[in-house]
């Protein structure tokens, strides 16, 4: 027999449950306004271009930084999603600094100033600097730059 005071005490900790939950949601929220806002932050900082990309280096993002001296790419069809540098370079990619951000994109290695050329559709040479710390989820595992 379900007494007078049970469906009281269920509803006040469902109640308490679902306040509870609520207040998770707007944590959640204000974390997640408060990590763009940072975003938005350090891009306005950028002094080029920001970039992401997955765990073998394939590019996934680009944006644009206001502060940047590097004209617009011809379109977004022109920006080279799914490739990685070694894909886009004029370079030799066996020389020895080629092979060296090879390890360290293997290895998880952040990366600093990489400088490496690319082939623009006019045919001259661009040169691109490029820096990267390694995305890791939560075991630790890298997951893009």
């Known amino acids: 027999m ?16 679902a306040f509870s939950l609520r207040r998770q949601v707007q944590q959640i929220r204000g974390t997640a306004l408060s990590l763009d806002a940072k975003y938005q932050d350090f891009l306005s900082c950028s002094a080029d271009w920001y970039w992401e990309t997955d765990a073998d280096g394939r590019f996934l993002r680009f944006e644009r930084g206001p502060q940047s001296a590097v004209p ?18 004029a370079d030799d990619t ?4 080629w092979r060296r951000h090879a390890e360290d994109i293997a290895a998880g290695r952040p990366f600093d100033n990489f400088l490496y050329s690319v082939r623009r559709s006019n045919g001259t040479l661009a040169y691109v600097r490029s820096s990267g710390r390694p995305v890791l989820d939560g ?5 893009g730059w």
């Open 72 to 89: 617009d790419v011809d379109g977004v069809d022109r920006l080279p999603y799914g490739k990685r540098r070694q894909d886009l370079t």
């Open 94 to 97: 066996d020389q020895a600094h």
């Open 2 to 17: 379900v007494s007078q005071r049970e469906p009281t005490v269920l509803a006040a900790a469902a109640l308490t449950w």
């Open 139 to 143: 075991d630790g595992k890298v997951i």
